[in-house]
């Protein structure tokens, strides 16, 4: 029974998920920057280059070959631009579950990238994977993120109460933790049967060189 994800690349109509590369450090770094991403996840902060390099070099590959995950780059099939990440975390390779996150760079919101790239994704684990769920967590004030969960089907299973730390601006320009709640979301295979977002007709899977 595979225990770690593959490389692969997953194309869609507009883009093309990969493992990120030491070329993706410049970009990275940027869009962690933004102040959107400070706000829901816990980047460091400044999220510098060497900060990026680390986790594009040691702490993705770890994560993936102990079998806990695996972090995609969300680029532009047509500029190669970097747009977005999709990560996989606490995978259960017994129950066929894992966890989605999906962060879209400051550059590149409004454009549908992290819908597409989400289902994309839930397409490759629940087809190519054998996955039986996909699980995705959503701070209650997230709209954003939230309004990505439904519009690829996933339905809301409940609150957790307090689960959740965000981040907001202090008076004197940095960042203070508020405790909010989590909304959990799942998504089955059954639930994207007709969803948009299809994948190229070769299926949309293609081997990747090693990346560790």
């Not at 597409?116 to 709209?143: C, H, M, P, S, Y």
């Not at 203070?176 to 979301?185: E, G, K, Y």
Request: proline content about 5%; charged content about 20%; hydrophobic content about 40%.
């Amino acid at each position: 029974m595979t225990s770690t994800f593959p490389n692969i690349s997953i194309s869609t109509e507009r883009l093309v998920l990969r493992p990120l590369d030491t070329d993706d450090v410049p970009a990275l770094a940027e869009m962690m920057n933004d102040e959107q991403v400070a706000a829901w996840t816990d980047v460091p902060r400044p999220f510098t280059e060497e900060a990026a390099r680390t986790w594009i070099t040691e702490c993705a590959p770890a994560e993936r070959a102990a079998g806990d995950g695996l972090a995609l780059a969300v680029t532009e099939f047509l500029t190669q631009r970097l747009v977005g990440v999709i990560q996989l975390t606490k995978t259960n390779w017994h129950v066929r579950s894992t966890e989605m996150s999906y962060i879209v760079a400051p550059w590149a919101r409004g454009e549908g990238y992290a819908s597409e790239a989400a289902l994309a994704t839930a397409q490759w684990l629940f087809g190519d994977q054998k996955f039986e769920r996909v699980e995705l967590r959503t701070a209650a004030d997230n709209t954003a993120a939230q309004q990505v969960a439904q519009k690829i089907g996933c339905i809301s299973e409940g609150v957790l109460r307090g689960a959740c730390i965000a981040h907001v601006h202090t008076e004197d320009g940095g960042w203070s933790d508020v405790r909010t709640d989590f909304i959990v979301w799942s998504l089955l295979p059954e639930d994207i049967e007709g969803a948009d977002g299809q994948l190229t007709d070769n299926g949309g899977f293609a081997p990747y060189p090693d990346w560790n």
